[in-house]
């Protein structure tokens, strides 16, 4: 089922750390422009948006003379709550999702429930290498569980087997982008809930 309310956001956030402008088209075709100085973290958003069919325009100016941390949690927030303004009611939407796309040697598992409740499983980090772009690897932790704060969902990351970093977390990318091209399709006339409503 489709309608033809374009579903799409516009997020600033600005703070002592952070400034960031993110607009975002669900119902798009994969294009986008991101500039965060960060440059793994554009690489992974571009991943994510292409194999989600959304488009996503993102500019960042972040404290990374500090380090990479406030810059790549404040992205994963803005990012999560502009989904969740983009859904609107989320009456019709398929909700859960899941992604699964193999780099080479690595495959990672991603499994999303856009319920309105936050929560972050994370398993199989220690396939991971300490540092990850100069980064100390649990920055992308620290990322996911900020989408799905700010989008209010179900995010399960599971790293199955790999030897190279970039590789297990461009299979993590693609696969959320996956998982959440799957959860948004709006198939059904109304809210995927036996309660009626989601949080």
């Not at 990012?79 to 969740?84: C, D, E, K, S, V």
């Not at 859904?87 to 939407?93: A, F, M, T, V």
């Not at 190279?164 to 799957?182: D, R, V, Y």
């Amino acid at each position: 089922m489709s309608t033809s309310v374009p579903r799409s956001a516009r997020r600033k956030r600005a703070s002592a750390e952070t400034d960031i402008l993110l607009e975002l088209a669900l119902d798009g075709q994969g294009k986008t422009q991101i500039t965060t100085g960060f440059g793994l973290l554009d690489h992974m958003l571009t991943l994510t948006a292409f194999w989600a069919d959304m488009d996503l325009q993102l500019t960042c100016s972040g404290d990374l003379h500090v380090d990479a941390h406030h810059t790549v949690e404040d992205v994963g927030l803005t990012f999560g709550a502009a989904l969740l303004e983009a859904l609107g009611d989320r009456r019709g939407i398929a909700r859960v999702g899941y992604g699964r796309v193999p780099m080479d040697e690595a495959l990672a598992e991603v499994t999303v429930d856009l319920s309105g409740r936050p929560w972050l499983e994370w398993h199989g980090d220690v396939l991971l290498p300490p540092l990850l772009g100069g980064e100390e690897k649990d920055l992308w932790r620290e990322f996911y569980k900020a989408v799905a704060s700010g989008a209010r969902c179900n995010v399960h990351v599971e790293f199955r087997y790999g030897k190279n970093g970039h590789h297990l977390l461009e299979s993590a990318a693609k696969g959320f982008g996956q998982a959440l091209a799957q959860a948004i399709q709006q198939n059904r006339t109304g809210i995927r809930s036996t309660k009626g409503g989601l949080d």
